[in-house]
């Protein structure tokens, strides 16, 4: 949720849920707090930076701000100030393209910064705070012909940026390559494998949230063959991890129960694209449940709120433990296909925030449950509702 503050620096954020929000002041990229230094010297180079509430640089660092039903909560803080320098290099061995993007990306605090590469390959960016940096690339061609085809390739190397210009660097993209694998049976009984769909996706969040659009989805989506074969070609290199969907409702009892590359089980660290990489998939149909019903502050059923699941932390990276159902006219809800582990349950009457999100939680710590599941069990929940109305615990 974004606002922008009149021109004495006041906000008014209203109409939210009870909860724990962290607040984020966002200048305009790359605004300037100093006069431009010289070319060769970035001492003293200062750019207004994003800035998490109570005044910090650091997204670890923020304090939550609670909001409780009703009230009005007074918060100020000033928007703070970084050294930024220059970051210059050559993209080598790219393929045969007609236009191309770069995009920078800093870990774990947003900013991304893209620009159109120049001849040969080069790039410049300026104002670039102190970091750890990621770089993606964005290559069209077949524009001539008339077939333009996007392709995304990532680099392997990250930038980092310390307390210097970095200059000259050269950045060799990831090969990538195909992608074959096959499906089984954890019991070794027959299937009809041309129910299921596989798609694979990148371990990094913000590589995850542009994975699937454009003409990108095509290359990291596809169905199975009736022996339980598939073929992903021309993957762009990163990190992934396997998801399995179903065409059926029939299936909802099914799960992914492990997924191994030479004998390394990858099913939650996900696995690095090389060429020829073969993938050995495990399917159960021994999933757990978890079910229940939500109820209001009256003890109340509510009917069609939102249900999500989220796994426990060191398994969060992993999209297919992720579930969000609506309860029936009665408030019951049923959590089906749900791998053995550890879960944190809630209910909302309008859900709009994204529950991958590392500080999903946080806002709403108190209303939860949690549940532990063993394969093939059954839990049973009551959830209270999470609504603009709901006093916090």
């Known amino acids: 949720m974004t606002h922008a503050p009149n021109d004495l620096g006041e906000f008014r954020i209203s ?20 006069n431009p230094p010289e070319k060769d010297n970035p001492k003293d180079h200062m750019i207004y930076a994003a800035t998490y509430y109570p005044g910090t640089l650091d997204k670890q660092q923020a304090v939550a701000v609670e909001v409780h039903p009703g009230d009005e909560v007074p918060i100020n803080f000033g928007v703070l100030t970084s050294s930024a320098y220059r970051v210059t290099g050559t993209i080598i061995g790219l393929p045969s393209k007609d236009m191309g993007n770069i995009m920078l990306s800093r870990k774990d605090q947003g900013g991304d910064q893209f620009q159109e590469l120049a001849e040969g390959g080069k790039f410049e960016f300026q104002n670039v705070l102190p970091g750890s940096y990621t770089v993606s690339l964005m290559v069209v061609s077949g524009l001539a012909a008339g077939q333009p085809h996007m392709e995304r390739i990532r680099v392997a190397t990250p930038i980092e940026v310390t307390k210097a210009n970095v200059d000259g660097l050269r950045l060799q993209p990831d090969p990538g390559g ?10 070794g009984q027959k299937f009809d494998w041309t129910q299921l769909n596989v798609a694979l996706v990148p371990v990094d969040e913000r590589d995850a949230q542009i994975a699937f659009s454009g003409s990108f989805g095509s290359q990291l989506a596809t169905g199975l063959n009736k022996d339980g074969a598939f073929e992903l070609k021309s993957v762009p290199g990163g990190n992934y991890q396997l998801v399995v969907g179903a065409k059926s409702n ?22 690095v694209v090389t060429s020829g990489a073969f993938l050995d998939v495990v399917i159960s149909a021994n999933g757990s449940t978890i079910e229940g019903t939500v109820i209001d502050s009256k003890g109340k059923p509510v009917a069609y709120a939102t ?3 989220v796994p426990s932390a060191d398994r969060r990276p992993r999209r297919d433990l992720y579930q969000q159902v609506d309860t029936d006219a009665l408030g019951h809800f049923s959590l089906r296909g749900l791998n053995a582990g550890k879960y944190t349950v809630l209910a909302f009457d309008d859900l709009e925030e994204d529950t991958h999100q590392p500080e999903f939680l946080e806002a709403f710590e108190g209303f939860e449950e949690h549940v532990q599941l063993d394969e093939g069990t059954r839990s049973t929940v009551t959830l209270k509702v999470i609504s603009a109305d709901v006093e916090a615990p």
């Open 250 to 271: 029939n299936l909802s009892d099914y799960i992914t129960k492990s997924v191994s590359v030479e004998g390394r089980d990858v099913t939650d660290s996900g696995f």
């Open 15 to 34: 109409d939210l849920q009870a909860g724990r929000y962290t607040i984020t002041a966002l200048p305009p990229q790359g605004s300037v707090a100093s």
């Open 178 to 187: 195909d992608v074959r694998g096959r499906f089984r049976m954890d019991t």
């Open 307 to 309: 249900v999500v699941d």
